[in-house]
């Protein structure tokens, strides 16, 4: 059983997800800042990691710079979910080291595809 | 600043930057000498330049002219004398020449008493002749002063030539020894007579001649020192002008020289002192006018730049204000839309299970709004973006056929709809082109979107070809068309061409000044060509490859 971490502050979007992984064999745990964010992966060591960009107490971008620079969690994929606010937010997050990114609003069909890529469903 | 100013004479006359040799003898002289003062009273002289430099010229002009007259007044004066010594000399010949023929006479008379022959006394009358002309000649010739030493020699040879013809009358009688008596009695004492009277005009005359010969020594010695005096004159005279004169123009020269090499380097302070009342003075006045410009210009422009840096400074800050209010806005607005959307995206995809068929609609209503409200944010954003200077473009490589596609395959469903034909030309043969694609396609896409909205029947037409180094595209319909007098205002923000437009067809108005901005930023064009009842054909063009700015 996979296990997916989702970093998130806004409830309704951790309750999409949930749903979302509700009817699937992931297992998903959930941290609301950047800073829970990453002491959470590094006591759960999940296999998948989704990581908002804005986040309170410690952006998504430095959680996935502190993830990636870490040897137990530096093999932990992780999708970044930007807001497409500035240009060079996607870079931003591929130079942090996300494996891959996705802008809001997202389709949770697309999102549950990339998760499926990144961690296939043993 | 204190290197130059060392470089300063002591003497506050002047600022030369780079005196040569000359110039610092010049200075000495200036420092030393009376001239100083010469100098400055020049230049305060209340005449031109021109005045100044002609009147130095004309008085040694003056000098040179006086120089000749006495020269050639001398000249004139040798030659007179001269002329005096050669008639005195010519006289003194004459003289010597009676002399001599008193001497013959004397001879031939001595003959005729010895010889008592006629030829000798016809010679002592042929002599005598002689002596006549020759005294007619020296007589005319002859000065007052010895007029009475000749007149008394004529005399005296009268009365011997009276005595030679009683002598002679007596030797044809052949009475010599009265002859001879007579001779000895009255003849001889009259020929020393005449001897002696001879000796005293010759001694006469050659002391005239010693005092003209003195006469014009002394004239030559007074010409040379006449000239030799106007040219040493003259000498100093132009010298000394022109050392003045060009010092009271050098000075000012020189004090203007430093002056603005203060100015040149942003010093004010000083006003330059000339005391010229000339062209340099006037200068000089004008330049202390210039340098009280440029000071205040220079102030004025000291605190305009101060006030921009500030303001830049200001306006730095309300630019990291405002992108950072937009990129939390763009969250803020982004993490709710992402829910409903998602939510409903969910419950359409039967995540909830089996949905109801009379809530199919309501929650396709759901879905159509979010996306509408969706589009409505990203352009607000875009807006802001765009006018906050943080657009950016992300340019790669594109096909102009995948972008066409893109915008017919979103809004074909659409077109078919309100029953329009959506047909596109897109030139064969275009290159791969550079620029950022997404935004080159949201840009055709706001022009079709908003050429379906406005056309109620007909067709839209979408076509692309190459004109040079840039794109065209072109999006004609067959719609409302716009009004000449909206046309010009139809690319600003909230604008459409009437208020009831926004009514009847919706939308913000802010598509076209969107892909007006991403267009310009592009570096391409936008236009429009329309005829209202007829249709609209909206063009843009865009650089084959983008060469994009480097950021600031």
């Known amino acids: 059983m996979k296990t997916v971490l989702y970093v998130e502050d806004n409830e309704f979007n951790r309750k999409i997800v949930r749903q979302l992984l509700g009817r699937t064999s992931y297992r998903l745990i959930e941290a609301f800042d950047g800073e829970a964010g990453v002491t959470t992966a590094r006591a759960e060591r999940p296999d998948l990691i989704i990581m908002d960009i804005q986040l309170p107490r410690l952006s998504g971008l430095e959680a996935t710079r502190q993830l990636k620079a870490a040897p137990e969690t530096a093999d932990v994929p992780i999708i970044v979910i930007t807001s497409f606010a500035l240009a060079g937010d996607e870079q931003k997050a591929r130079e942090a080291g996300a494996a891959a990114y996705l802008a809001k609003p997202y389709s949770p069909r697309e999102l549950l595809g990339m998760i499926r890529d990144l961690a296939p469903e043993s | ?552």
Not at chain 2, 94 to 117: K, S, T, V
Not at chain 2, 162 to 187: C, F, P, Q, Y
Not at chain 2, 515 to 526: A, D, N, Q, S, Y
């Open chain 2, 1 to 552: 600043m204190g290197s130059r100013q060392d470089e300063r004479p002591a003497d506050s006359t002047g600022l030369a930057s780079r005196p040569g040799p000359g110039e610092r003898i010049a200075r000495v002289l200036l420092a030393y000498w009376p001239l100083g003062p010469l100098v400055r009273r020049v230049a305060r002289l209340r005449a031109s330049v021109h005045t100044k430099l002609l009147g130095a010229f004309l008085l040694i002009a003056l000098l040179l002219i006086v120089m000749g007259i006495t020269g050639l007044e001398s000249i004139a004066r040798v030659a007179r004398q001269s002329r005096l010594l050669d008639q005195a000399r010519e006289r003194v010949d004459a003289m010597r020449q009676i002399e001599h023929a008193l001497g013959l006479q004397m001879n031939f008379m001595r003959n005729a008493l010895a010889l008592r022959d006629d030829a000798s006394i016809e010679s002592v009358f042929r002599e005598n002749n002689r002596f006549n002309d020759t005294f007619d000649r020296l007589e005319d010739a002859a000065p007052t002063a010895q007029r009475e030493t000749i007149r008394a020699i004529r005399r005296t040879q009268d009365q011997v030539m009276a005595t030679v013809v009683r002598i002679a009358a007596l030797i044809r009688d052949d009475k010599a020894d009265e002859a001879m008596d007579l001779h000895l009695s009255e003849g001889y004492p009259l020929y020393r007579e005449i001897a002696t009277l001879v000796t005293k005009a010759v001694r006469a005359e050659e002391a005239g001649m010693g005092r003209i010969r003195e006469g014009v020594e002394a004239t030559y010695r007074r010409a040379l020192l006449l000239t030799g005096g106007f040219a040493a004159a003259s000498i100093v005279l132009a010298l000394g002008l022109g050392f003045v004169i060009s010092w009271s123009f050098i000075l000012p020269v020189r004090e203007a020289e430093g002056f603005l090499g203060e100015v040149a380097k942003g010093e004010f302070g000083r006003s330059i002192a000339v005391p010229n009342r000339d062209e340099f003075g006037a200068l000089a006045s004008q330049m202390n006018e210039m340098s009280r410009e440029l000071h205040q210009l220079y102030d004025e422009q000291r605190r305009a730049a101060h006030q921009l840096r500030t303001l830049n400074a200001q306006l730095e800050q309300a630019s990291r204000a405002k992108s950072d209010f937009l990129a939390s806005m763009s969250h803020e607005l982004r993490t709710p839309m992402n829910a409903i959307l998602g939510f409903t995206e969910m419950i359409r995809d039967g995540l909830y299970g089996e949905m109801p068929p009379e809530i199919q609609e309501p929650v396709s209503d759901i879905h159509t709004c979010g996306k509408q409200l969706l589009g409505l944010i990203n352009n607000v954003l875009d807006l802001s973006k765009i006018e906050a200077g943080h657009m950016e473009l992300a340019p790669s490589e594109y096909v102009v056929e995948d972008v066409v596609n893109t915008v017919k395959l979103s809004l074909r469903a659409l077109a078919a709809s309100k029953g329009l034909e959506l047909v596109t030309a897109v030139a064969p043969d275009l290159p791969l082109c550079l620029g950022d694609g997404k935004r080159i396609t949201q840009c055709l896409m706001n022009l079709v979107g908003n050429a379906l909205k406005f056309t109620a029947e007909g067709r839209v037409e979408i076509r692309v070809d190459q004109e040079g180094e840039h794109l065209r595209f072109a999006v004609a319909d067959t719609g409302i068309g716009i009004p000449a007098d909206q046309i010009e205002h139809i690319f600003e923000e909230f604008r459409q061409a009437d208020a009831t437009v926004t009514r009847d067809f919706g939308g913000t108005g802010l598509g076209l000044a969107i892909t007006k901005k991403l267009v310009e930023l592009h570096g391409g064009r936008i236009w429009v060509e329309s005829e209202p009842g007829k249709g609209s054909t909206f063009f843009f063009t865009i650089p084959v490859r983008v060469i994009q700015e480097a950021p600031a």
